[in-house]
């Protein structure tokens, strides 16, 4: 019984630890897959939000004077509920059109690390992330190349992990009921194949304990260990030795 | 005694039929739970690349729009396909791209991957009739269809397949990781078999013979500690049962009867007198086997990325170049082994193999954790230190144990014991190693290790008696002339220095510092490090044992050692020049076999070459001097390959030492071939 305890106990240890790396390493893979997903969807909205900024812009128009920018944001929101913000700034940093969640700067003022990261991506998307959010930006950039400032779109992480801890608790359940059904069918195999070794320990303890009784049990004698047979001749000469002595005392 | 049809289970029957049953709940268990998790992360997934899709295929139209605003007819536009190339390129999930007229005729298309070209993509041609942005599945596929309005009419639509098994591919990037953490837990589960076997069953059964050996040599004066009471401990009662009774006896018959009595008593008998029994020892190999497997398990856990680490909390300012810089705790690492390996036969002798064993993996997983937590560079070099000098003892401690428990005929059987409870335990480490650092970080993969190592010294402290080895003597200290004399000895040095030296180079500096680099700066993750790093270890494991048999069948030491530094050698060089996957794995299995020719051989051609070098100062002293020399190498690898790195890059240290290793080997070759070191006596 004890060890079939341990060893169970040892099994089970290394299914949870198999199992919980089986989880995670899906978890972290989902969420990799889950977050370049979105994020390409979002950088697909916001590039196309650029371009049609920069067809007004290469007319000759600043950003700030282009009227369509709020429509354009106001459509946004209106399309994609899942978007926290969308924000219009300038080359400086100027916020001139936003709608959504406030900005954690203020009203009127783009985040630093928005203005640094949309000077250095030379027309591409760029990314950043805070605490609560996912941002994707990209420059607004004119037909003479000068930077005019550019679009920055906020979507929220909860759905992103929610999503996540949604298939994580999903995974937590099904491998609860995998464990318990690999556990018990290891227990019983371990069980299964302990049993003769059990039995075999049994035979030589009542054959053990035999050696001394006056009136053996008609107890198999049922052992492999080949020592068995000179330590039972030993046992039995030594006792009848000592009853010959007690005899003679007596 | 044995009754037909009931043969008593042999303990490999036993560990293989429980093995067996372990093994397959598990492997079903982590199958059916990776099928699962595929399911569910389809389930999820397929929305969110639906909603992509509807996103790509709105902003093509958006984009085909503004030229059709300008009444330019859609069939005329150019530089469509390439746009739409573009458009596949950047996003893999889409399987094709179209845009039809409104009678569905394909006016452009892109195709992903190798799909047949002009095969028929009918959904395209029925776009028209699908609802705008409403997705229509087909077998493998999901298909959207965006309409091109134009002053109300509908003048074309854009077209998109999602590839379904896009997220099964995707995902099929993890079951490489998966697969092989799987194998390791196969590996755990089959050592924790044999481990919990050895220890209990293998350990009574080894008792239960001594004892009765002893008792049927007339011996009644022995007991057996039993621990706790399980079949086998209570077969244990009844034989100390037995033995109790027999000398309660003896005692009575003694202190009543004739001396003539007792005389005849005693005649080839030993009793317990005055109730003092002689406790039954069996000290077998096998005990320290398990306890080493998760220690080595532990704390190589961090091999695949510990330069990267270091790199990490590299600090400029300290004024070292950086490559050296993460090349000292790795040569510092060796130094603080080489401060605690030679007292373990001192400590031994006065607190025991398990107190000792404790006292070196206690530090070792203090270490580990304070690594983990460790600010700076110069806090990591102290922490290393700690735990080298914990991990030294250790490995000091389990050869002594197993020099100590070996009859002189069996002695190499003893260290293969060592051999492969490292080399599994390195395997095991290398490859989850990687894997967990990748997606727990390194701080918490150094904890992992932590916790691996206070694994094994539950089983220490659980299954080793606590005054085994106590008193024990381990080899008699030799005189300083005796000790140092070897040192003087050019033939010696020579030899050192041209196989051994460079072995340890190849190892320290090239695999275990030079190799995490590379392979990080061509863009391999933690996981793929690891599984690249783990080809080494398992190529030793196999073929030590083969250089061994070879080298002993044959007696050729010198011509595997040649090859061997030969193979090291190709192996660098083929590595720094690669950067896909095959050949950098050939690379290191090349280096693998390499070190396994070079390794053993060594050690077994030392009283061949050396023979008068050991009449005169002993085999002990010239062991110990060939391993102070590796020692010295492995101090010097990593020093050595980080100084050429500072100088000349990755590539240029890697092939520095790849032409180096040649170099060393051909002169080796030269004095073999010319006599000066294997010169016969």
């Known amino acids: ?250 | 005694m044995t009754r037909g049809g009931r043969q008593a289970p042999t303990l490999a029957g036993l560990g293989l039929r429980i093995g067996f049953v372990a093994v397959a709940a598990l492997v079903v268990a982590n199958a059916l739970l990776a099928w699962v998790a595929l399911g569910a992360v389809e389930k999820r997934l397929e929305p969110v690349i639906q909603d992509k899709a509807r996103v790509l295929a709105r902003s093509i139209a958006n984009d085909l729009y503004k030229a059709v605003r300008l009444d330019i007819p859609l069939d005329s536009l150019r530089g469509v396909d390439a746009f739409l190339d573009n458009l596949l390129t950047d996003h893999p999930e889409i399987a094709y791209l179209a845009v039809t007229d409104p009678k569905g005729r394909m006016l452009f298309s892109a195709k992903a991957g190798n799909g047949a070209e002009g095969a028929a993509l009918p959904f395209a041609a029925n776009a028209g009739e699908a609802r705008a942005g409403m997705f229509v599945s087909s077998g493998f596929e999901y298909n959207i269809a965006y309409p091109l309005v134009h002053d109300g009419n509908r003048i074309g639509h854009a077209t998109i397949r999602i590839d379904r098994r896009y997220v099964r591919n995707t995902m099929g990037g993890i079951f490489t990781d998966i697969g092989i953490s799987l194998c390791v837990a196969v590996l755990i589960v089959l050592e924790l078999t044999l481990l919990v076997l050895s220890l209990t069953v293998a350990r009574s059964t080894g008792l239960m013979r001594r004892f009765m050996h002893a008792v049927s040599e007339g011996d009644f004066s022995a007991s057996i500690a039993a621990r706790g009471q399980d079949d086998l401990g209570r077969v244990i009662d009844a034989m100390n049962g037995i033995n109790a009774e027999i000398n309660r006896r003896f005692r009575a018959v003694a202190s009543g009867g004739s001396a003539a009595a007792l005389e005849r008593l005693r005649e080839g008998r030993v009793f317990a007198e005055g109730d003092a029994y002689r406790p039954v020892q069996v000290l077998r190999a096998g005990d320290v086997q398990y306890p080493l497997f998760f220690f080595i398990f532990g704390v190589e856990l961090s091999r695949p990325f510990f330069p990267l680490f270091v790199r990490d909390l590299y600090d400029p300012s300290l004024g070292i170049d950086a490559s050296i810089a993460i090349a000292t705790p790795m040569s510092v690492w060796v130094i603080a082994m080489l401060f605690t390996t030679p007292i373990a036969p001192a400590l031994i002798r006065r607190l025991g193999t398990r107190n000792t064993l404790l006292m070196g993996m206690a530090p070792t997983s203090v270490g580990l954790v304070a690594t983990a937590f460790a600010t700076g560079f110069i806090e990591l070099i102290g922490w290393r230190c700690l735990t080298a000098a914990g991990f030294g003892l250790v490995t000091a401690v389990i050869l002594v144990r197993l020099a100590m428990t070996a009859p002189e005929r069996r002695r190499a059987l003893n260290i293969g014991v060592f051999v492969t409870a490292t080399g599994g335990g390195s395997v095991c480490a290398t490859a989850i190693g990687g894997i967990l650092a990748e997606h727990l970080g390194y701080e918490n993969t150094f904890i992992v290790g932590a916790a691996i190592v206070f694994v094994a010294i539950s089983i220490a402290f659980g299954f080793l008696s606590p005054d085994e080895g106590m008193g024990a003597r381990v080899g008699a200290p030799a005189s300083r002339r005796r000790r140092f004399g070897i040192y003087g000895n050019a033939r010696f040095m020579a030899f050192m220095a041209l196989s051994a030296l460079p072995s340890r180079i190849v190892l320290t500096g090239f695999l275990f510092f030079l190799v995490p680099l590379y392979l990080d700066s061509i863009g391999f993750g933690g996981a793929a490090i690891g599984r690249t790093m783990m080809i080494y270890f398992l190529v030793l494991l196999v073929m030590n044992q083969a250089a061994a048999l070879i080298a002993d069948r044959f007696q050729n030491h010198g011509v595997l050692i040649l090859a061997g530094g030969v193979s090291a050698a190709a192996g660098c060089l083929l590595f720094v020049s690669t950067v896909d996957s095959l050949p950098l794995a050939c690379g290191i299995a090349l280096i693998g076999i390499g070190q396994s020719f070079v390794m053993t051989p060594q050690v077994a051609a030392l009283p061949t070459y050396f023979r008068n070098e050991t009449e005169a100062f002993g085999t002990g002293t010239v062991t110990v001097a060939f391993r102070v020399v590796e020692r010295a190498g492995s101090i010097a690898g990593p020093l050595l390959a980080g100084a050429i790195v500072a100088a000349a890059g990755l590539e240029r240290a890697g092939v520095l030492i790849g032409y180096g290793t040649f170099v060393t080997t051909a002169l080796l070759a030269l004095f073999l071939a010319t006599g000066v070191i294997s010169r016969r006596h």
């Open chain 1, 1 to 250: 019984m004890r060890l079939l305890v341990i060893l169970n106990a040892a099994f089970l240890c290394a299914f949870a630890v198999t199992m919980a790396l089986m989880i995670l390493l899906n978890q972290q893979k989902f969420a990799d897959i889950l977050r370049g997903l979105d994020d390409s969807r979002v950088s697909v909205v916001t590039l196309d939000t650029s371009r049609r900024l920069r067809q007004a812009v290469d007319l000759g128009l600043p950003l700030k004077n282009i009227a369509e920018s709020r429509s354009i944001v106001d459509a946004l929101i209106a399309d994609y509920p899942e978007l926290q913000s969308v924000s219009i700034f300038d080359a400086g940093g100027h916020v001139l059109v936003h709608r959504g969640n406030e900005l954690d700067s203020g009203r009127n003022e783009a985040p630093a690390v928005w203005i640094s990261d949309n000077r250095a991506a030379e027309g591409e998307v760029w990314r950043i992330e805070d605490p609560e959010s996912f941002i994707v930006g990209a420059p607004v950039v004119n037909n003479f190349g000068k930077l005019e400032g550019g679009v920055a779109v906020r979507y929220s992480k909860v759905r992103h992990s929610s999503i996540v801890s949604g298939l994580t608790n999903e995974l937590l359940e099904s491998a609860a009921i995998i464990f318990l059904a690999s556990g018990l069918l290891a227990v019983l195999g371990t069980a299964a194949a302990l049993w003769r070794l059990a039995r075999t320990a049994r035979y030589l303890r009542q054959s053990v304990e035999n050696l001394l009784k006056p009136d053996p049990d008609d107890a198999p004698a049922d052992t492999t260990l080949v020592e068995f047979a000179g330590y039972s001749a030993s046992v039995r000469e030594t006792a009848a030795t000592l009853a010959a002595a007690e005899g003679r005392a007596r």
